[in-house]
């Protein structure tokens, strides 16, 4: 038992030197860059050491392991080896998070984010680094690596001073109860990694709390980014995969491309600057949807909607996570194999949204979902991006029903209305669903009324399509309804009856509605089948409000008579390409198309229009 409590003793002292070592860092970090701290009140910068609990926890949790199995040899025999073993371990762990964070202090002046992988590019080339960092900026890095690695090591000497271990037990006895201690203080340390038993792991996003950006890098864990980056490093370096093309000509491709007549007259609106409303549909799928495919009976709400509204029937979801759904709707942007933006804040901020063109002309933002904004960083991305109020599950009230992932759809509609009526118009309002997510378990899930193939998902979409319809009826009773435009668009794809392989670009395809009471008459009960995808929407509402497009360049305008169709779209290690005249899928491990429906000579010429886009847009990327 004695053994026991030392063991967790020194468990709990490892998690508290970590801690007092990253609020160290956080001192010097504010100090040495307090200049861009001007806006940030001190309450503010006092709750950065609140909010980073959880990251710091997660980090400690993680760098604890293999000392706590150290201190546990030890505890059954006191070898000085051990224990010496132990020191140089976290002095070691120290140092490493000593230089990340000095060079994060140096580097963050100029890049305005986090110390990320990017170092890995300069530090290929070492003689660059030291020619472009002037002098100060390595006396500085030298001096705070030093005091940090000095705060270590006198913490660490005050918190685990050498102590005489009388040892009652012999050590036949001690050797199983030091292994049954560890296996479950170990395991803890995974669990404090993870974050909780939460189906979704912490991500930099539980550390956000302010709409300035430089509070939010303060509170977010300074090991725990770099190592994420890390991770996201080695899956977003995919130059080896990338399609080899000439870049001149994947250039002249693209070009080509976009260089169709802007304008036209075709105007949807009857009023310039009306309400918008977006519905973030979870895995709304068109083969599911009955307007849009012939799988009927699941959607009889959306399709009497899709009587009164613009209907889009060739739209595509750029990829298959929410995450990368929501930026491509947002930002206009498109998506790349393997590699998520959202992720990667120092990238994603340098993205425009919609968002910040509608407070430029006065409009009130927010954002809603009905689980966890901590996926993919969404909640982070929404932030960065000025959403002057974004909420998830955890801001529900207590005692609703939900799932086990998320608030149903009916609670989320409620709040969602609710906020809409607090908002100040003109106001961009969007909610995000999640019923239509597995493990699909709604209020309505004993009515197995669609049975076989995607049965589950079939009947979530059911109950998903009577909640729309009930927040529908009810916006129309709001005095603000007359000036409000609502787009329902799907964040993503996902298996139907009739499309099953996230292989097939069918298993993509999406539906858009514009619908709401300031559409033209003219406009109500028309579809539009040009082929396009998310991250189009962006520049087809800009065009429509009388906005600048200029900084959503892959996006493109779906009303302009001249607009090239053509969609692209990532799929699991390659990406899908579709045009009016058929579809394909390319994948990068192997090299060639796997799956298409052009014929042999079209498939050529199709590839190639694939492969310059797919090397242009990831040029782009790198260059963010």
């Given at each position: 038992m004695q053994l026991v409590k030392r063991l967790t003793l020194h468990f709990l002292k490892l998690l508290l030197f970590w801690i007092l070592l990253f609020?160290?860092?956080?001192?010097?970090?504010?100090?040495?860059?307090?200049?861009?701290?001007?806006?940030?009140?001190?309450?503010?910068?006092?709750?950065?050491?609140?909010?980073?609990i959880r990251l710091d926890l997660s980090t400690g949790g993680f760098l604890s392991v293999i000392p706590l199995f150290f201190i546990a040899v030890y505890l059954v025999k006191p070898f000085k080896l051990t224990r010496a073993v132990f020191l140089g371990i976290i002095l070691i762990e120290a140092l490493i998070c000593s230089f990340i964070h000095a060079g994060e202090i140096n580097a963050y002046p100029e890049w305005n984010h986090k110390l990320t992988s990017r170092v890995f590019t300069h530090l290929s080339?070492?003689?660059?680094?030291?020619?472009?960092?002037?002098?100060?900026?390595?006396?500085?890095?030298?001096?705070?690596?030093?005091?940090?690695?000095?705060?270590?090591?006198?913490?660490?000497?005050?918190?685990?001073?050498?102590?005489?271990?009388l040892q009652t037990q012999k050590v036949v006895f001690r050797i199983p109860t030091a292994l049954s201690s560890f296996l479950f203080l170990g395991g803890l340390c995974f669990l404090l990694a993870r974050g909780g038993w939460q189906q979704i792991p912490i991500n930099i996003d539980s550390a956000y709390f302010s709409k300035k950006h430089i509070a939010n890098d303060l509170s977010i864990n300074s090991t725990y980014y770099f190592g994420n980056s890390y991770l996201l490093y080695n899956r977003s370096e995919i130059d080896e995969s990338i399609p080899k093309v000439d870049p001149k000509i994947a250039k002249s491709i693209v070009e080509d491309y976009y260089a169709y007549p802007r304008e036209h007259d075709v105007q949807i609106f009857s009023n310039k600057r009306p309400n918008v409303v977006f519905v973030i549909m979870e895995s709304w799928a068109a083969e599911a949807v009955g307007c849009l495919s012939e799988t009927k009976g699941a959607t009889p709400n959306f399709d009497a909607l899709s009587k009164e509204g613009l209907l889009f029937t060739n739209m595509y979801s750029t990829s298959s996570t929410s995450e990368i759904g929501n930026s491509s709707i947002f930002s206009g942007n498109p998506a790349i194999p393997e590699i998520s933006v959202s992720l990667q804040p120092e990238k994603h901020r340098k993205l425009r949204a919609l968002n910040q063109d509608f407070q430029d002309w006065g409009y009130s933002s927010g954002y809603i979902f009905s689980g966890d904004l901590k996926y993919g960083n969404i909640g982070g991305y929404f932030m960065d991006h000025g959403f002057e109020d974004v909420k998830d599950e955890s801001d529900f009230p207590f005692g609703l029903d939900r799932g086990k992932l998320n608030y149903y759809d009916e609670a989320l509609y409620t709040l969602f209305l609710d906020r809409i009526n607090k908002a100040k118009e003109p106001f961009l309002q969007c909610a995000f669903t999640g019923s239509t997510h597995s493990p699909y378990d709604h209020p309505t899930s004993s009515r197995q009324t669609w049975k076989g193939i995607e049965g589950a998902f079939m009947n979530s979409m059911v109950y998903a399509d009577e909640c729309l319809n009930d927040f529908v009826v009810s916006c129309k009773k709001q005095d603000w309804f007359e000036n409000t435009i609502f787009i329902f668009v799907a964040d993503h794809g996902h298996a139907s009856p009739t499309a099953q392989s996230p292989h097939d670009n069918a298993f993509y395809r999406i539906p858009m509605l514009i619908w709401g009471a300031p559409l033209n008459d003219e406009f109500r009960g028309v579809k539009i089948n040009k082929v396009g995808s998310q991250s189009d929407i962006a520049t087809t509402l800009m065009n429509q409000l009388g906005g600048d497009v200029s900084s959503y360049k892959w996006s493109k305008d779906l009303l302009n008579p001249n607009v090239p169709e053509f969609a692209l779209h990532t799929v699991i290690g390659g990406y899908g390409w579709?045009?009016?005249?058929?579809s394909m899928v390319y994948s990068m491990r192997s090299q060639k198309v796997v799956n298409s429906s052009f014929s042999a000579e079209e498939e050529e010429v199709e590839t190639q229009k694939g492969n310059a886009f797919l090397h242009e847009i990831y040029q782009d990327y790198k260059a963010l």
């Open positions: 609020d160290f860092q956080r001192l010097l970090f504010s100090i040495h860059n307090w200049d861009k701290f001007q806006d940030v009140s001190w309450i503010e910068w006092c709750l950065t050491f609140i909010y980073s080339n070492p003689d660059e680094v030291f020619r472009t960092a002037d002098y100060s900026m390595t006396f500085w890095f030298v001096v705070y690596a030093i005091l940090e690695f000095v705060f270590a090591w006198r913490i660490m000497h005050f918190l685990f001073k050498k102590k005489t271990i579709v045009t009016p005249k058929g």
